[in-house]
């Protein structure tokens, strides 16, 4: 066990695959191990460096084997991908992931803090509350459109339709599909209130971490934005610059470059889709304040928005926003509206 350099373990529900090795490569152990008896295995190696895929439960792991002494880094998948040999099972992705650990060039991502995790599945949770509530929106509008009883698109347009419905005297709608319906908008109201208890859990949060306040002044992230990067990026070091922060968001161009000749195409989506929509959500929010006349419209953006087409524009500036929140995380310093205008100016 004294020989045991780097350990690459395949994590999984109840079946763990665990591959060491030594410092010239050879292979000391390479077995299954039952989850409960994962930690009583690695408790007996000498501290050493560890690899695991970052998924689901990888944090805890991650965790638990810091306690024990070793030294985790976890891995995107994507990048493991690559050193797996012919055929795929627990032994030979295992062994992709002792090989991959040990590379200079490869990238890791952070462990997360069981503060952190928390956050984020306040995030998660609010988002599928949110889909939730946005099908039944859509399920209420449709039922009464059969009937005649139409309304705009959009959650504020909802309450002329619950008043219709609330409405027994209304003879548009008969009896029959308002007792249908009925369940749906009391589903709707649960919902929202569920969804401001999360918002006010996560303004709560916010007010209490220093990243996300930070974050909160650029234009364009708000608390839920705010907290959502604090909590996701562990380690803002780990980007060398903010295009790629921005590239790691996928909010920059696809690549299909050869021969000197570069081809770039549409953005390439990669990363994390949750802080990506996010950061166009609220690009989209400043550019339609900026042709209002707002005081946080950008000049580079309205020149911008003369020849390109809206949505792409908001892109942009969501690539831009990623740019500057990495440069607040990275130096500590909340961002100075002036000093981007006078930049922009010169």
């Given at each position: 066990?004294?020989?045991?350099?780097?350990?690459?373990?395949?994590?999984?529900?109840?079946?763990?695959?665990?591959?060491?090795?030594?410092?010239?490569?050879?292979?000391?152990?390479?077995?299954?191990?039952?989850?409960?008896?994962?930690l009583?295995?690695?408790?007996?190696?000498?501290p050493?460096?560890?690899?695991?895929?970052?998924?689901?439960?990888?944090?805890h792991?991650a965790r638990?084997?810091?306690?024990?002494?070793?030294?985790?880094?976890?891995i995107?998948?994507a990048?493991?991908k690559?050193?797996?040999?012919?055929?795929?099972?627990?032994?030979a992705?295992?062994?992709?992931?002792?090989?991959?650990?040990?590379r200079?060039?490869?990238?890791?991502?952070?462990?997360?803090?069981?503060?952190?995790?928390?956050?984020l599945?306040?995030?998660?949770?609010?988002?599928?509350?949110?889909?939730?509530?946005?099908?039944?929106?859509?399920?209420?509008?449709?039922h009464?459109?059969?009937?005649?009883?139409?309304?705009?698109?959009?959650?504020?347009?909802?309450?002329?339709?619950?008043?219709?419905?609330a409405d027994?005297?209304?003879?548009?709608?008969?009896a029959?599909?308002?007792?249908?319906?009925?369940p749906?908008?009391?589903?709707?109201?649960m919902?929202?209130?569920?969804?401001e208890?999360?918002?006010?859990?996560?303004?709560?949060?916010?007010?209490?971490?220093?990243?996300?306040?930070?974050?909160?002044?650029?234009?364009?992230?708000?608390?839920?934005?705010?907290?959502?990067?604090?909590?996701?990026?562990?380690?803002?070091?780990?980007?060398?610059?903010?295009?790629?922060?921005?590239?790691f968001?996928?909010?920059v161009?696809?690549?299909?470059?050869?021969g000197?000749?570069?081809r770039?195409?549409?953005?390439?989506?990669?990363?994390?889709?949750?802080?990506?929509?996010?950061?166009?959500?609220?690009?989209t929010?400043?550019?339609?304040?900026?042709?209002?006349?707002?005081?946080?419209?950008?000049?580079?953006?309205?020149?911008?928005?003369?020849?390109?087409?809206?949505?792409?524009?908001?892109?942009?500036?969501?690539?831009?926003?990623?740019?500057i929140?990495?440069?607040?995380?990275?130096?500590?310093?909340?961002?100075?509206e002036?000093?981007?205008?006078?930049?922009?100016?010169?």
């Open positions: 066990m004294k020989q045991i350099t780097t350990v690459g373990i395949d994590l999984a529900k109840r079946v763990f695959q665990v591959h060491a090795i030594d410092a010239h490569g050879a292979v000391i152990v390479s077995k299954a191990v039952r989850r409960a008896g994962l009583q295995l690695l408790a007996k190696f000498p050493c460096l560890i690899g695991m895929e970052a998924c689901a439960s990888s944090h792991w638990e084997l810091i306690k024990l002494g070793h030294q985790v880094k976890l995107p998948p990048y493991v690559a050193y797996v040999r012919r055929q795929k099972n627990d032994a992705d295992a062994a992709a992931i002792c090989e991959a650990v040990g200079p060039s490869m990238r890791f991502t952070p462990v997360k803090t069981c503060d952190q995790q928390a956050v599945m306040l995030h998660r949770t609010r988002a599928l509350l949110v889909s939730q509530r946005t099908a039944l929106i859509c399920a209420l509008r449709a009464m459109a059969e009937f005649g009883i139409v309304a705009p698109v959009g959650p504020r347009n909802v309450a002329p339709l619950l008043e219709i419905l027994s005297a209304d003879t548009r709608l008969p029959l599909a308002r007792q249908a319906l009925r749906l908008a009391r589903r709707m109201a919902l929202r209130l569920e969804i208890r999360l918002d006010r859990r996560l303004l709560d949060w916010h007010r209490s971490n220093a990243v996300s306040q930070r974050l909160a002044t650029i234009p364009g992230i708000g608390p839920i934005t705010a907290t959502a990067l604090a909590a996701t990026i562990v380690d803002p070091s780990m980007f060398r610059s903010g295009r790629e922060f921005a590239a968001l996928g909010l161009p696809r690549q299909s470059s050869s000197g000749k570069e770039l195409g549409r953005i390439s989506k990669m990363g994390d889709r949750y802080l990506r929509t996010l950061l166009v959500v609220g690009a929010a400043v550019l339609r304040h900026a042709k209002s006349g707002g005081s946080s419209s950008r000049v580079w953006a309205e020149a911008l928005l003369i020849k390109k087409p809206f949505k792409l524009v908001a892109v942009a500036l969501a690539n831009k926003s990623a740019r929140a990495w440069a607040v995380m990275a130096r500590g310093e909340a961002f100075r002036g000093v981007e205008a006078r930049a922009l100016a010169a």
